[in-house]
């Protein structure tokens, strides 16, 4: 199907279709696992893939004044843990000379996203509050919505449309004709009282009816949950010296029972080390002797992280409220370290800002603080970098080299939160130490709910065409003996 267009397709996107599973799926779900339909919009996303040239799209190539007016950009969750795309309606103004540009704004975001996050998907927002006839632009709306119809598979939760003037019904009545009706029953019309139906105030602004106090800047990239200002985890020093006796003599008497657990991990952590730097690819999978599935380890050029992905923290009823992040140097020189959260209240990271010597392993433990509960919003940023053998690792030159150090030698990891109801934890926890099976995410099984969906209706169909079959085949069998019947009695007739 591919190889008679394969100059109309970037390389790139023909050699991730070959060993990405994931996309394929998404393809296959968003066109309900019709395979034409769904060669064909593979078809289109790949010609308008290199058109718009997304795979090279970079904050470099695009002009600075796109991001400055601040008319689109990703910035916090609603209430099911989506990703927010923003869409400030008053700061677009209809231009043809800028329309390509503007929609390249758009892929460059789209693409930022799904790479840093894998395709998960989006909640789109439409704030239209302070808008008028100035800022219709139908053009430009219908390119937001066909990147998620036809470009982004899979890729699109709602499109939560905040306080749209009167003025604009006509048009949004045009613009759900470009939709289809899976589509339109993502369309969320709101205002301010109904509006934290799909969104939690701490993600609004306050014109929104929210408390949300982020103001939109650039730069830098606003493009992650670690935005100005910027809150480092954990208590400072100044609250460790605030600490209650009690809370102290806690920390001192659990921080002793898990030691064992501790450098056990260490143990396994260098263990890793060592395979990964015996095999060049790396690719056998290192499987501790308690493990019930292989340990997934982000592989960075400073620092192996695990857990990979998501730290996964107990319900209330659970109770578990600690767990592990495992640092690796892999480097030859110290790498300094320094971890922050979108929630600086709730969480406690001991250490938050420290070092980690050349080839040595390092466990920071994360603990919900006081009565608090682990949000699927919560994320985690670890930052990495490289320090020089004679800069020393005390608290001054740690401060100082974090002020000094370029962004471009800064590594950078994100890690987001899961709440578990099962009793056994799914990852590294001080109970066990042990990495487990990741707990499937309402994505996971919303998508698997929407394939047995498929799977039923593809053998109702199945069942319906046996059952046509069954009748067509009774009716000929009764045409056929009546024929026989009839031509028996004529023949009887003409001897008689």
Same mark, same amino acid.
């Given at each position: ?50 058109? /718009?040239?997304? =795979?090279? +799209?970079?904050?470099? !190539? ?8 601040? @008319?689109? &950009? ?76 036809? /470009?982004?598979? =899979?890729? +699109?939760?709602?499109? !939560? ?8 019904? @006509?048009? &949004? ?324």
């Amino acid at each position: 199907y591919f190889l008679d267009k394969s100059d109309k397709y970037d390389s790139r996107d023909v050699e991730r279709l070959q060993q990405d599973d994931k996309w394929v799926e998404n393809y296959l779900i968003w066109r309900h696992d019709v395979v034409d339909d769904t060669l064909k919009m593979i078809d289109e996303s790949f010609q308008w893939r290199k058109e /718009y040239t997304v =795979n090279d +799209l970079s904050e470099s !190539v695009l002009p600075k004044w796109l991001f400055e007016i601040g @008319a689109l &950009f990703l910035h916090g969750y609603d209430k099911e843990g989506y990703k927010l795309f923003w869409f400030k309606v008053k700061h677009h103004t209809r231009d043809p000379k800028q329309q390509l540009e503007k929609k390249k704004l758009v892929a460059f975001w789209l693409e930022h996203y799904a790479k840093r996050d894998h395709g998960k998907p989006l909640t789109v927002v439409f704030d239209m509050a302070e808008t008028g006839i100035s800022h219709i632009d139908l053009d430009f709306v219908r390119f937001i919505v066909n990147c998620f119809t036809d /470009y982004y598979p =899979n890729f +699109l939760t709602k499109i !939560v449309i905040f306080e749209m003037p009167w003025i604009m019904n @006509a048009a &949004f009545k045009i613009v759900k004709g470009w939709l289809g009706p899976d589509a339109i029953s993502m369309l969320k019309f709101t205002n301010k009282s109904d509006v934290q139906e799909y969104i939690s105030g701490e993600y609004l602004p306050p014109h929104m009816g929210g408390t949300d106090s982020f103001k939109y800047s650039y730069p830098p990239l606003v493009d992650d949950d670690f935005q100005t200002p910027l809150c480092e985890n954990g208590p400072i020093t100044s609250e460790d010296e605030h600490e209650s006796k009690e809370e102290i003599d806690a920390d001192t008497k659990e921080a002793g029972d898990i030691n064992e657990a501790q450098n056990l991990n260490q143990k396994k952590m260098n263990s890793i080390e060592q395979i990964s730097k015996s095999e060049e690819t790396d690719k056998t999978e290192v499987k501790p002797k308690n493990a019930k599935k292989a340990l997934t380890t982000f592989k960075g050029p400073l620092l192996h992280i695990s857990p990979a992905e998501e730290l996964y923290f107990g319900s209330k009823e659970t109770g578990e409220k600690k767990c592990l992040i495992a640092l690796t140097n892999v480097t030859k020189n110290v790498v300094a370290f320094k971890v922050r959260t979108t929630a600086p209240e709730k969480y406690r990271v001991k250490p938050s800002n420290s070092s980690c010597e050349p080839g040595t392993s390092l466990d920071i433990i994360v603990s919900l603080h006081g009565g608090f509960s682990a949000s699927l919003q919560d994320r985690f940023l670890i930052m990495a970098a490289e320090m020089d053998q004679s800069s020393g690792a005390g608290v001054p030159e740690l401060t100082q080299f974090w002020k000094e150090v370029p962004r471009t030698k800064v590594m950078e990891h994100r890690l987001r939160c899961h709440v578990i109801e099962s009793s056994k934890p799914s990852s590294l926890t001080l109970k066990d130490n042990a990495f487990n099976i990741p707990a499937k995410t309402n994505e996971d099984l919303h998508m698997q709910l929407t394939h047995l969906l498929q799977i039923n209706r593809r053998l109702e169909e199945q069942m319906n065409r046996c059952l046509w079959f069954q009748q067509l085949s009774v009716v000929l069998s009764l045409l056929s003996v009546t024929v026989a019947a009839f031509c028996f009695y004529l023949a009887n007739a003409q001897r008689s």
